[in-house]
């Protein structure tokens, strides 16, 4: 199957792109949001471009979804290869460790202040910026900082035609709209993982293979007790291709269709479902194959 042939998201990519590039002189800070599952397959390599010149925070979202020894996997890589000014993990959902990002927009505030009044400046806008593929968790994190700090303040006009900031607090302002970006799609496996994290909507997917995918991989982990005792599998249905696997579920978890057969379909969707829900444990899609496309994304 050719997945990098599926046009994955109809239309409005260079759109959005614009929109990026055009809003980019205004901004002090890009915060880019990836997927703490799937932290180099949700990237997009063009913010690099786009942010020169701009404080870069990698921001891990969905940091409840993988354990804290993935999460350190991470944070060290990115350092290491050089990928941001600051790495750090939170969750938007829960609002576990907002507060260290706001110490990071902070100390980023601090230096543009100073460096301002050293020419004279006194009052200095931080501006920043959101930005992200889809289903990495811009809006939450949104929310979760407007929410937090916007009581009594109102939005206000953007310099340029009519691009709202968002005033969180004096000095601090935020694009109230998202810098949608898309995920690069050169390697089948980054493909793969977009899809079993659910950044892709599943109707244009061979859904199957992707289930298969996900499976494999939890295999591959060591993970085999996990899928036994979450479906009822034996061990003999382990002698099999992965797409049988999926039969056995529906057969163990007694999941048929009107007239008997089992109903693989369902099988798929509720491994799928699971796993979006950490209900197969907490861990990452990405990390064995850092290595191998990490330079994709520089
Ligand atoms: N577990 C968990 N789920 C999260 C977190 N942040 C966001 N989500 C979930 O991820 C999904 C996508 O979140 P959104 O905030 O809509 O993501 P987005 O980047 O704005 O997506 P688009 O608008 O499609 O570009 C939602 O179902 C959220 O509930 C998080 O920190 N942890
Ligand atoms: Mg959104």
Known sequence: MAMTKINWYPGHMKKTKDLIKENM?????????????????????????????????????????????????????????????????LSAETGMNMKGLYSIIDKVSKEKKEKMLKKGLRKVNTRLMVAGIPNVGKSRLINRIVGKNSAGVGNKPGFTRGKQWIRIKEGLELLDT???????????????????????????????????????????????????KKYKLLDEDFDQVTGGLLES??????????????????????????????????????????????????
């Not at 915060?31 to 990237?43: G, N, W, Y």
């Open 249 to 298: 579920i529906a057969l163990r978890m007694n999941m048929l269709q009107k007239g008997g057969n089992l109903n693989v379909q369902q099988a798929t969707y509720t491994i799928l479902r699971d796993y979006r829900a950490c209900k197969l444990g907490k861990f990452g899609l990405d990390r064995d194959i850092a290595e191998k496309i990490k330079d994709l994304y520089k």
């Open 25 to 89: 002189p205004l901004i002090d800070i890009v915060l880019e949001i990836v997927d703490a599952r799937i932290p180099l397959s949700s990237k997009n390599p063009d913010i690099v471009g786009f942010a020169r010149n701009k404080k870069r925070v990698i921001v891990i979202n969905k940091a409840d979804l993988v354990t804290k020894e993935e999460i350190n996997f991470w944070k060290k890589f990115f350092k290491e290869n050089n990928f941001a000014d600051e790495v750090l993990e």
């Open 178 to 228: 998202p810098g949608i970006l898309w995920p690069k799609f050169e390697s089948e496996e980054v493909g793969y993982n977009l899809a079993i994290s659910g950044a892709i909507r599943d109707e244009i997917l061979p859904i199957e293979e992707v289930a298969c995918v996900l499976i494999d991989k939890m295999l591959a982990m060591g993970m085999k007790n996990v899928l036994q």
